[in-house]
C-alpha cells in the first residue's frame, strides 16, 4: 500500500541556514513520482518540486532541492539559505503514475528564526 | 503565472445545506481534481475528472458528492446534504497531463474553507 511518512512534526531553524526535511515513502509500483508542496499559513497548497521514480539526478528548483534515495524510499526536501518566508508547513507527497490520485504525508511545519 | 482560482475563500453552512464549491482550473489544463483536507489531518483525495466524466474517486467520496464542469471555464463540487463532518479546506487542483504521464503535476488552488454548523 502507498504510504508517505514524515516523522519531523516541527523544526526550527535559524535564517540563512539550510534545512533538511525527512521523507520516506513506501509503494510496491516501480514507476511513481514525488513531490514536496508548501502551505503557508493563508492556506494555499503551492508546489514546489517533483522527482520522477526513474530520474538519475536528484531534481532542483532554485533554493530547493530533492535528495532522492531509491533504495531507502527516502525523499528529504533541502532548502538552501533559508529565509523567514520559508516558514510553513511543508508536505511530501507521492503518486504512482497509474493512479490520478497523489498521497500526502501528514507535514513539518518549519519555523524560520531572524 | 497561470494560477487555480478557487471561490469563496470561506464558505459557512447549516448542516443539512447543499453547497456547491467552485473552481476555475488553469487554463490549457484537461485534467481536475479536488481534495480535501480536515483541520490538523492529512490532504485527502476525493476525485479527479477528465473529458466531462469521473476518472477516479475515493471512498470519501459517496452519493453526497458531485462533480461538474457547467462550462469552459468552471469545476465544480457540490455537496448534498452537508454534515458537521464535512467541516475542511477543499482544494481544486488541475494538470496538464494524465495519470499515464509521468510528470503528472498538479497545480492546487488556494482553497475553500467549508464550515458546517
Known amino acids: 500500500a502507498q504510504k508517505i511518512t514524515q516523522t519531523q512534526p516541527g523544526m526550527f531553524v535559524q535564517e540563512k541556514e539550510a534545512v533538511t526535511l525527512d521523507c520516506t515513502y513506501d509503494?510496491?509500483?516501480?514507476?511513481?513520482?514525488l513531490f514536496w508542496y508548501k502551505q503557508p499559513s493563508s492556506g494555499e497548497m503551492i508546489f514546489l518540486i517533483y522527482?520522477?521514480?526513474?530520474?538519475?539526478q536528484n531534481a532542483t528548483e532554485g533554493r530547493y532541492s530533492l535528495n532522492f534515495q531509491k533504495a531507502r524510499k527516502s525523499a528529504n526536501l533541502v532548502i538552501s539559505a533559508s529565509q523567514l518566508g520559508d516558514s510553513a508547513m511543508y508536505f511530501c507527497?507521492?503518486?504512482?503514475?497509474?493512479?490520478?490520485?497523489?498521497?500526502f504525508g501528514k507535514g513539518t511545519r518549519l519555523h524560520i528564526l531572524p | 503565472e497561470p494560477e487555480v482560482t478557487q471561490t469563496p475563500s470561506h464558505q459557512v453552512t447549516q448542516m443539512g445545506q447543499e453547497v456547491i464549491l467552485r473552481c476555475v482550473p488553469i487554463?490549457?489544463?484537461?485534467?481536475f481534481y479536488w481534495y480535501r483536507q480536515i483541520l490538523g489531518q492529512k490532504v485527502e483525495f476525493l476525485v479527479s475528472?477528465?473529458?466531462?466524466?469521473?476518472?477516479?474517486k475515493s471512498e470519501i467520496f459517496d452519493d453526497q458528492f458531485s462533480v461538474e464542469r457547467p462550462d469552459g471555464s468552471n469545476f465544480t463540487l457540490k455537496i448534498r446534504s452537508t454534515k458537521l463532518e464535512d467541516s475542511a479546506m477543499y482544494f481544486c487542483?488541475?494538470?496538464?497531463?494524465?495519470?499515464?504521464?509521468?510528470?503528472?503535476?498538479?497545480?492546487f488552488g488556494a482553497g475553500t474553507r467549508l464550515s458546517v454548523l
Open positions: 509503494t510496491s509500483d516501480p514507476s511513481y513520482g
Open positions: 475528472f477528465y473529458n466531462n466524466e469521473i476518472s477516479e
Open positions: 507527497a507521492m503518486r504512482e503514475d497509474r493512479d490520478d490520485k497523489i498521497i
Open positions: 487542483a488541475s494538470s496538464e497531463e494524465s495519470s499515464g504521464t509521468p510528470k503528472n503535476i498538479q497545480y
Open positions: 487554463s490549457n489544463h484537461l485534467y
Open positions: 522527482q520522477g521514480s526513474y530520474d538519475q
